[in-house]
């Protein structure tokens, strides 16, 4: 696969490089690189949601009709990769490139009207509500009831672990609309409204002190069955499809900026025989392995973009990326961690905070170091377990 940049890649390069750099206000690049986890806080992710839309930038990988840029795999790639070095806060994965996807292939010509650019300019923030206490990878087995009534569903149970629930308007939930049966053959897939009155959100802190999962309470919650996305009882091959898109997203820009952060790191932290790591063979030789399975990754990513311009979905491709993408994030974690174990514990929420001016005890990276690798530990387990995408390649692709 060839990846240099043509004439006009360097073009387009420049003028992604110059747009950044106008458009990245210091508060935005401080809260991209204070990120500990996948998410970065909604206010500054919206914000920035907000600039790229005004742009007309914000899904790239969308078709064109429905709000996209048009721009071919490079072009993609190169924004990415710009973003990345820039220091932009992530975008929220879990309407663009989670539901939108979804609601392209399944929705009603209404739904798609409604939602999607909605999605687009930032003014629906979603959820998603798959996991349950006691359904996780095994979700075909979740319980949260949805009982007609009507020209509505009536909801109770609960969902957890979900994501920024605290800052979403709205939801895409799966819950059981028949209990006999085959379980996956009774699952139907919602599009609700976080407002509706019966919903609670309880927050869940991590380890690394941070609000970021909950839990959310479901009691007789009215959801309309307008807000249904494809059929009753079909709503699993829905969640398959999106789980695709979960899986499948890129991350090998972002872990290029990880490592060349351990990089950076690796060249003031001393080794243990008195100079600094870099110069420590045995943690180079570390830092080149885990450079080898970024590439290998980067190239995965692009077969995949190929594919998806194509009009193809992931398929199980998204799994392999899922797997070795979180992988090599708690890898170069664990490099992080004993690059800098002398600071590496240190709890000090309040002096990385975004926009936080706390002076912090030791160098700035150290902050960092621990959330990032508490936080990042649940990266094999959300999205599918790592073991559960080991189980899906095994099946799909070496027919096990
Ligand atoms: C930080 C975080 C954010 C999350 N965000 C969301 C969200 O926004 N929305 C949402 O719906 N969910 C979310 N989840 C939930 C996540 O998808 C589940 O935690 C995950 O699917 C695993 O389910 P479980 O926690 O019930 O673990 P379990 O399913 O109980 O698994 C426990 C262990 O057993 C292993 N295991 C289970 N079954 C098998 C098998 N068949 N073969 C081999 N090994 C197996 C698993 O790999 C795991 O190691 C989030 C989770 C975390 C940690």
Redesign the pocket.
Known sequence: MNLELSPEDLAFRDEVRAFLESALTPELRDAGRRTTSVFTDARYSLAWQKILFAKGWVAPSWPKEYGGTGWNEMQRYIFARECARGGAPGLAPMGLRMVAPAIMRYGTEAQKSHYLPRILSGEDYW?????EPGS???LASLQLRAVSDGDDYVLNGS?I???HAHFANRMFCLVRTRFEGKPQAGITFLLLDMASPGITVKPIVTLAREH??NQVFFDNVRVPKAYRLGDENNGWTVAKYLLEFERGGGSAAGLKVSLARLHAIACTEPSDDGTVLIEDSHFVAKLAEIEILIDAIEMTEHRVMSALASGNNPGPASSMLKMQGTEAMQRLDELVIEAVARYGCVEQPEARAPGSNVEPIGPEHSLFAMPRYLNNR?AS?????N??QR?IIATLVLGL
Request: hydrophobic share 20%; charged share 15%; net charge negative.
């Open positions: 959820c998603q509500g798959y996991s996780g990878s095994d969902k672990w979900t994501t970021e999962v649940a387990i959300y999205g599918g377990s073991e559960i189980n």
